[in-house]
């Protein structure tokens, strides 16, 4: 039920081959994603994007933010210190965890922020200057009788 003809897009479009493999990466992962921890994205600037992620219960050494291969790697890991704590309930999830974030091209990450138990990640998208639109000027066709030479005939 979730299968997508591409084909009409690779018929219009050059360059854009991998977009096939992020559609199936991203519909495989969404039937069984988990929701935990849970987390906000949103656009701060007409280039800037922040994703603010739920971390109650971790310290800034349980985290762990990563850059690699075009992805956002989070992932945290609590230690393993609390086992004279008795809880008489246990409503703050510090179980391990691991989210990614598949990044475009030319975003990066410019910071990250841990504080009252958000952790907000800044990103910003920079377009190369040889990729952004430029404006073509177009060369105006120059008379048609101007280069003609006068010939006079042999015979």
Known sequence: MRNFDLTPLYRATVGFDQIADLMDRAMAK???????????????????????IAVAGFSDADLSVEVK????????????????RTFLHRGIATRAFERRFQLAQHVRVTGASHADGMLHIDLVQEVPEALKPRR??????PAAGADVVEAKAVN
């Open 69 to 84: 291969e075009h992805a956002l790697v989070v992932s945290a890991n609590k230690a393993e210190g609390e086992s004279e």
């Open 136 to 141: 073509i000027e177009i060369a105006s066709a």
């Open 30 to 52: 969404d039937v069984g994603q988990a929701s935990y921890p849970p987390y906000n994205i949103e656009k701060t600037a007409d280039d800037g994007y922040r994703i603010s």
